[in-house]
């Protein structure tokens, strides 16, 4: 009954909107909570602007129209007037710059890399699919591509700061998803690096965003958030899927560390 | 008697658009090459529109496979290389070399021949981006043909990168030669009187589009070598070896000017356009000026602010993002000032009016977007997604193409000696802006969503509706450029007569008569104003209300 309340509720959700929302998809981890109140603040100043201009353009075609104007009626002509242009440069100039100075905080705030991670995981992008490396693990996981999009999911703890650290195998790609957060491009020679921390258990889709060959739109991702003791059975089913146990009697120890010697 | 009988013209030229072939082919006059950049460009609009309808049809539902991938692809690039290379850009350099000797009262441009070669290597260039087609696929990675993607280990099959690499060599070459025509001319041969401080705006903008074109040609021609270099010669430039980024840097510092060579023309066309109707001067020539200028330096500064999402120093970025947002303020100060042109005026909305006012409308909604896209946390979101395909189309088609039609019907009378049919004018201007709202307003929303640009086909349903609108709305769009092109057509054949000056031009090319003599100009009015031909109406107004006044010793 739960399932089928979530499944309504997501049905809901996605016939409401339409594909006609005016925002992003509501954000699921502090980054992409960020971007969305950024974008929230930059369309206060531009909606009032659009909204002034667009009045002043309706207003001429209304009040200045020749038919509305008395016949015989001659213009008054003028050059310019230095302290209204100086006013249009200079409020605009305000503006922008606000606009610059907010989005920079964010920008300053959540665009590098991160330390202090708990959880660092490679993707890395090629024709047409991606691939999870867990590091400290060997665990990968491969997202081979599907229009369908049902393809394996990228699975991560809730509440876990995962780093993940982007390369490019063969062109460049992008990974986004878009409840996440913004998009990361995967180029080959080096690395980028994006983080995530989801809020709550759920699937959030995406899609590979940098055009990348025939294959492109089937480069589908799947996110997957699970609660951590959910996250730990998964992991030891994907070791146990690497390492299948030679003898019943044999347990080979999953954990990574070394022993000093 | 003699002095006051007015004469027939004497047919000294051929005004006729039926001209032996070899004297298009040969020609050196500056309107006829003008012409054919013009005719060139239109044929591009209407074969990239083509592109665009089937792009939209394989959009209008999840799952269609109109097209397979590859040639949505290989359509998608050619709609926007079409558009952008051959149709925009061409089209502005042809009605500026109509325009620009006319305007400063010059018999043609300073090199006539250069002037040649620069068109004629527009169909070449054409043809060789089009030969990709024929050799087993053309270019397939978008307009901007990112590497590794072009590179031979993605690309063996086929020759398309190959030609569109040349062909934009080409296009380069012709650009700097038409730039280098345009500077030489406007600086050399203006009429007397024509000081720079009384050249019309519309040529002020060709100046600042000539200087850009000139400045960023080279670059583009160089990334195109190093990519063939690549291809053909084995280096590891962009290679999955070598920077793949380098080469995003050396397009789009070619690539972002191009955007303001495909506009600064249209600011111009508008600048020309508004103060006419509404029968009052600009408001503010020199910041009218100075803001193009403004936009030049800035336009050069902000390349970068496509590449947000490739890794860099965020303290790279804020500067890129900077520069982006304070393009706003001398964009904002034409806008405004065109508004103010036509405040306490008497705005007669005749349709390159209509089409004048369609541009400041939908132009806003892509600069305010353009706001939006330069912050970079938000970028991060909208980048390659659908979000910037309604931005760049409201910039490219709500301000190139709005303008490019506002400048087609105003100066269609003194090209032809005819005006176009105004009820199919009124149809033309509202079935497009109708049709354009309808397909580019809610496709923002398609990339707020998630929907990223460039892909072929998609399986979630609640995109299905907003695509269907979008791809009627588009094909709202083909239907008003078909009016277009038959208004064009029936009123070059038959349309009313024109006369010489049918809007009360402020401009030198009004003088003359339409369409222009070879040689433009019996004889060059005085210039003694940035509006030479109003000041011409005044003295005659005042000619005949004045009364002779005695002499006085």
Redesign the interface.
């Known amino acids: 009954m739960a399932l089928s309340l979530v499944t309504a509720a997501v049905l809901l959700s996605?016939?409401d909107?339409?594909?006609?929302?005016?925002?992003?998809?509501t954000p699921v981890s502090p980054n992409g909570q960020?971007?969305y109140d950024?974008?929230i603040g930059?369309s206060i100043p531009?909606i009032i602007?659009?909204v002034a201009?667009?009045i002043?353009?309706l207003w001429?075609?209304l009040r200045?129209?020749?038919s509305r104007?008395p016949v015989g009626?001659?213009?008054?002509?003028?050059?310019?007037?230095t302290g209204?242009?100086v006013v249009?440069?200079v409020i605009?100039?305000i503006v922008?710059?606000a606009?610059?100075y907010y989005?920079?905080l964010?920008?300053?705030k959540?665009?590098?890399p991160i330390t202090g991670e708990q959880m660092l995981v490679t993707v890395s992008g090629h024709?047409f699919g991606w691939d999870y490396a867990y590091q400290g693990t060997e665990v990968v996981v491969h997202q081979e591509g599907t229009?369908?999009?049902d393809v394996t999911p990228f699975v991560v703890p809730v509440n876990t700061l995962v780093k993940l650290q982007?390369q490019?195998?063969?062109?460049?790609h992008?990974w986004?998803?878009?409840?996440i957060?913004?998009?990361?491009?995967a180029?080959?020679?080096?690395d980028?690096?994006s983080w995530l921390k989801i809020s709550q258990p759920g699937t959030w889709?995406?899609?590979?965003?940098?055009?990348?060959?025939?294959?492109?739109?089937n480069m589908q991702i799947i996110v997957q958030a699970i609660d951590q003791a959910s996250y730990d059975q998964w992991m030891a089913k994907q070791v146990a899927g690497l390492h299948p146990t030679p003898s019943p009697k044999a347990s080979p120890s999953p954990s990574p560390s070394a022993s000093p010697r | 008697m003699a002095a006051t009988t007015v004469l027939p013209r004497p047919k000294a030229y051929d005004d006729s658009f039926f001209k032996p072939i070899s004297l298009w082919l040969t020609t050196t006059d500056h309107k006829l090459i003008g012409i054919m950049y013009m005719v060139t460009g239109i044929l591009s609009f209407v074969l990239a529109g083509i592109f665009a309808l089937v792009i939209r049809l394989q959009l209008s539902a999840p799952?269609l496979s109109v097209v397979?991938?590859?040639a949505y692809?290989q359509l998608i690039s050619a709609h926007g290389v079409t558009m952008i290379f051959f149709f925009v850009t061409i089209f502005l350099t042809g009605i500026a070399n109509y325009m620009v000797p006319i305007m400063i009262g010059a018999r043609d441009m300073a090199f006539p021949r250069v002037n040649l070669l620069g068109f004629w290597l527009v169909p070449v260039s054409i043809l060789l981006y089009y030969m990709g087609f024929f050799t087993g696929g053309a270019l397939?990675?978008?307009w901007t043909g990112?590497a590794?993607?072009t590179e031979k280990?993605?690309q063996s099959h086929s020759l398309g990168v190959d030609f569109w690499a040349l062909s934009l060599i080409v296009w380069a070459i012709s650009g700097i030669m038409a730039s280098t025509n345009f500077l030489t001319t406007i600086v050399a041969l203006r009429a007397p009187g024509m000081w720079l401080t009384r050249l019309p705006l519309f040529v002020w903008a060709q100046i600042s589009t000539s200087i850009l074109l000139l400045i960023v040609g080279a670059p583009l021609a160089a990334a195109m070598i190093l990519v063939e270099f690549d291809r053909q010669l084995g280096t590891q430039f962009f290679t999955?070896?070598?920077?793949?980024?380098l080469y995003q840097h050396l397009f789009w510092f070619f690539g972002h000017p191009e955007v303001y060579i495909m506009i600064l023309p249209g600011f111009g066309m508008i600048s020309e356009i508004i103060p006419v109707f509404?029968?009052?001067?600009i408001?503010?020539?020199?910041?009218m000026v100075g803001a193009l200028f403004g936009i030049v330096f800035l336009s050069m500064t902000v390349w970068a602010h496509h590449m947000f999402?490739?890794?860099m120093n965020?303290y790279v970025?804020?500067f890129f993002?900077?520069m982006t947002?304070?393009i706003?303020?001398p964009t904002?100060?034409k806008?405004?000032?065109w508004?103010?042109t036509?405040?306490?005026?008497?705005?007669?909305?005749t349709v390159p009016m209509k089409f004048a006012?369609g541009f400041?409308?939908t132009f806003?909604?892509g600069g305010?977007t353009g706001?939006?896209l330069?912050?970079?946390?938000?970028?991060?979101?909208l980048?390659?997604?659908y979000y910037v395909v309604a931005h760049l189309h409201y910039v490219l088609f709500g301000g190139s193409v709005f303008t490019i039609f506002a400048g087609i019907y105003y100066w269609f009378p003194k090209i032809t000696g005819r005006m176009l049919n105004r009820t199919l004018g009124e149809w033309n201007f509202w079935t497009l802006f109708i049709g354009f709202n309808g397909t580019f307003l809610?496709m923002?929303?398609?990339g707020?969503?998630?929907m990223?640009?460039?892909?072929?086909?998609?399986?979630?349903?609640?995109?299905?509706?907003?695509?269907m609108i979008i791809t009627v709305s588009s094909f709202l769009i083909a239907f008003s450029v078909l009016l277009f092109l038959i208004n064009i057509v029936r009123s070059w054949n038959g349309g009313e007569i024109a006369g010489d000056d049918p809007w009360h031009g402020n401009t030198l090319e009004w003088a003359t008569a339409s369409p222009p003599p070879p040689y433009n100009f019996e004889r060059v009015p005085p210039v003694r104003s940035f509006m030479p031909l109003r000041d011409l109406h005044d003295a005659e107004q005042l000619a005949k209300t004045a009364k002779p006044e005695p002499v006085k010793a």
């Open positions: 996605s016939c909107l339409g594909g006609l929302s005016p925002i992003f998809p960020h971007i950024t974008y930059i531009a602007i659009f201009v667009e002043a353009l001429v075609v200045y129209r020749r104007q009626y001659v213009p008054p002509q003028i050059h310019g007037h209204l242009e249009w440069t605009p100039l922008v710059l606009i610059a989005s920079y964010t920008l300053e959540d665009f590098q024709q229009l369908a999009g982007f490019g195998t063969d062109v460049i992008s986004w998803v878009p409840a957060s913004g998009k990361t491009d180029v080959p020679g080096y980028n690096y889709r995406g899609e590979c965003a940098e055009l990348c060959g025939a294959g492109h739109s | 799952n397979d991938h590859e692809n397939n990675a978008g990112y590794p993607l280990a993605y999955t070896q070598g920077r793949p980024v509404a029968r009052k001067m408001f503010g020539y020199m910041t999402t490739v890794g965020i970025e804020t993002m900077i947002m304070l706003a303020v904002g100060i806008f405004f000032n508004i103010a036509t405040w306490w005026g008497s705005v007669e909305f006012w400041l409308a806003l909604i305010i706001v939006y330069a912050s970079v946390p938000v970028d991060t979101q980048h390659q997604s809610i923002h929303t398609l707020l969503e998630g990223p640009r460039r892909i072929a086909t998609y399986a979630n349903p609640a995109w299905a509706t907003t695509n």
